[in-house]
C-alpha cells in the first residue's frame, strides 16, 4: 500500500522526519505534480494519535520545502502504484487550481465559543417555544457572519462549518497571505474586544489543510 | 513563574486544532483505501469536549 502525506509543487526535498508507522518518505511525480508517499505492507494503517502527529510532522516538514502545497487527509492509502496515479490524473486540474489559491498562504483558524448555553425558553405553548427557537438560531447566524465576514474580508479564501457543539458559534478556517497576517490578527482582537462575552480560539499558522479540496465528511 | 494553567491549556487546543485538520480536511482522492479509524473518532471527540470548556475554564478563572 502507498499512504500519501501531501500533493506539491515545485517540491525541492523531504524533510528528515519519518512517516506513519516510522516508514521512510518517498516521492512520486504525476503530471508535473510532487507526491509525497510511504510504502506499507499490507492495506492498514493503525489510526493511533502517534499515527496522526507523524502524518502532520511529514506535512509542516514540507511546508518550506515547496511552492504549494496541499496536505492530504490521514488515513488514504493506495493499492498500487497505478491506483495512485489514476487517482491524481482523475484530478490534475482541480488540484492545480487548488494548489495556485493557496500558494503562499497560510491557513489561520478561529473559532468563537458563545458565553453561556442558552436556557430553553419558559414557554406556555408549542408555537411560542418554537418561535423563540427559531429566534435564537436566527440571532446565532447573525452573530456568526458578523465575526466571519470581516476576517473573510482579509483572507484570499474563507470557510466557516457547523459547529460541533451548539456553544461553537463560529468555526472559520482563512487563507491569509504573510503580508496580511498582522492585520488579521488585529481584526480578531478588535473583534475580541467588541465582544467581551465571547471566546474566541485563533490557531496557526497551519499548512492549508481546510483548502484542500476532497469531500466535505 | 510562568502562568500554570493557561499554558497546557493552549498547547491542548493547539494539539486538538492540529488532530482536527489532519483527520477531517486534507485532499481526498478517488479510489483510495480508507484505513481503519476505529480510535480516531475518541480522539476528535476529545477536541469537542475541550472546546465546550475552554469558555468555562476562562469564566472559573476571572
Not at chain 1, 494519535?49 to 493506495?78: I, K, N, Q, S, T
Not at chain 1, 490534475?92 to 436556557?119: H, K, N, W
Request: charged share 25%; glycine share 8%; proline share 6%.
Amino acid at each position: 500500500m502507498i499512504y500519501l502525506y501531501a500533493i506539491a509543487e515545485e517540491l525541492t526535498g523531504l524533510p528528515d522526519v519519518r512517516g506513519v508507522d516510522g516508514a521512510p518518505l518517498g516521492r512520486r511525480s504525476v503530471e508535473g505534480l510532487d507526491l509525497v508517499v510511504s510504502e506499507h505492507d499490507g492495506a492498514e494503517v493503525a489510526a493511533s494519535e502517534e499515527a496522526v502527529l507523524a502524518h502532520a510532522r511529514v506535512v509542516e516538514g514540507l511546508v518550506e520545502r515547496a511552492d504549494a502545497l496541499l496536505p492530504a487527509r490521514f488515513g488514504r492509502g493506495f493499492r498500487d502504484e497505478a491506483a495512485l496515479r489514476d487517482a491524481i490524473e482523475g484530478r490534475a486540474a482541480s488540484l492545480r487550481d487548488a494548489l495556485a489559491q493557496v500558494r503562499g498562504c497560510v491557513e489561520i483558524g478561529v473559532r468563537v465559543l458563545a458565553a453561556e448555553p442558552a436556557p430553553p425558553p419558559a414557554t406556555e405553548s408549542g408555537r411560542a417555544y418554537m418561535e423563540a427557537r427559531l429566534a435564537r438560531s436566527e440571532e446565532t447566524e447573525r452573530l456568526a457572519r458578523e465575526l466571519h465576514e470581516p476576517l473573510a474580508a482579509l483572507a484570499r479564501a474563507a470557510t466557516r462549518t457547523v459547529g460541533a457543539t451548539p456553544r461553537l458559534l463560529l468555526s472559520g478556517a482563512y487563507l491569509v497571505e504573510p503580508g496580511a497576517l498582522d492585520a488579521f490578527r488585529h481584526r480578531v482582537e478588535e473583534l475580541e474586544a467588541e465582544h467581551s462575552e465571547l471566546t474566541f480560539v485563533s490557531t496557526g499558522p497551519w499548512p492549508p489543510y481546510s483548502f484542500a479540496p476532497g469531500g466535505e465528511t | 513563574m510562568t502562568s500554570v494553567p493557561e499554558r497546557p491549556l493552549e498547547q491542548q487546543i493547539t494539539l486538538l486544532e492540529l488532530i482536527d485538520r489532519v483527520l477531517n480536511k486534507g485532499v481526498v482522492l478517488t479510489g483510495d483505501v480508507t484505513l481503519s479509524v476505529a480510535d480516531v473518532d475518541l480522539v476528535y471527540v476529545g477536541l469537542r469536549v475541550l472546546l465546550a470548556s475552554v469558555g468555562t475554564l476562562e469564566r472559573l478563572g476571572e
